[in-house]
T-cell receptor
């Protein structure tokens, strides 16, 4: 079966711009979670969505937002980009809430210049 | 709050020798514990998890880990290392699921494993 698909794989944006990243979960998975990976801070939790509702949010500023659609696909948006937002953004899907069934995508590498 | 410590940034081991990557954790209540591996420019690949039951967990590619509640540790082990095992390894913890609350993973900083031919 198809895995978790994240698009685009690579992205270069300018400071001040906004960006939208997409995550298509494994078919039948209802939960999507997002993580940010940077060399300095490591892997940090951004959000969890389940049945189109945000269930949990990490300690990130309001510039980071997301949503989940009725087909479980999820998008995350970062507005007013800063250099520090450069990171690998990883999406994980699972059947239900909780991380014990996570499957991660390959990530979107965002570079802010 | 939950946390994970991976005390070694890098572990070097000769091919064919046993390997250990260390992990200790802190979480309220019972833990769910995970090991993931990451190859360059890729996402996280699941290796194994401890939810409940036997303290020795066997996972993919010959890896195993032992849950030690008294020492709050979950070290990753493999009896005989391969060059292809060279990668970045992450330990992660979550509180046990009880139907409500937050269940995100908290990751360690990662340990770079280098297997020398």
């Amino acid at each position: 079966k198809a895995g978790v698909t994240q698009t685009p794989r690579y992205l270069i944006k300018t400071r001040g711009q906004q960006v939208t990243l997409s995550c298509s979960p494994i078919s039948g998975h209802r939960s999507v979670s997002w993580y940010q990976q940077t060399p300095g801070q490591g892997l940090q939790f951004l959000f969890e969505y389940f049945s189109e509702t945000q269930r949990n949010k990490g300690n990130f500023p309001g510039r980071f937002s997301g949503r989940q659609f009725s087909n479980s696909r999820s998008e995350m948006n970062v507005s007013t980009l800063e250099l520090g937002d450069s990171a690998l953004y990883l999406c994980a899907s699972s059947l239900d809430r909780g991380p014990y069934g996570y499957t991660f995508g390959s990530g979107t590498r965002l570079t802010v210049v | 709050a939950q946390s994970v410590a991976q005390p070694e940034d890098q572990v070097n081991v000769a091919e064919g020798n046993p390997l250990t990557v260390k992990c200790t954790y802190s979480v309220s209540g019972n833990p769910y514990l995970f090991w993931y591996v990451q190859y360059p420019n890729r996402g996280l690949q699941f290796l194994l998890k401890y939810i409940t039951g036997d303290n020795l967990v066997k996972g993919s590619y010959g890896f195993e880990a032992e849950f030690n509640k008294s020492q709050t540790s979950f070290h990753l082990k493999k009896p005989s290392a391969l060059v292809s095992d060279s990668a970045l390894y992450f330990c992660a913890v979550s509180a046990a699921y009880s139907g409500a609350g937050s269940y995100q993973l908290t990751f360690g900083k990662g340990t770079k494993l280098s297997v020398i031919p």
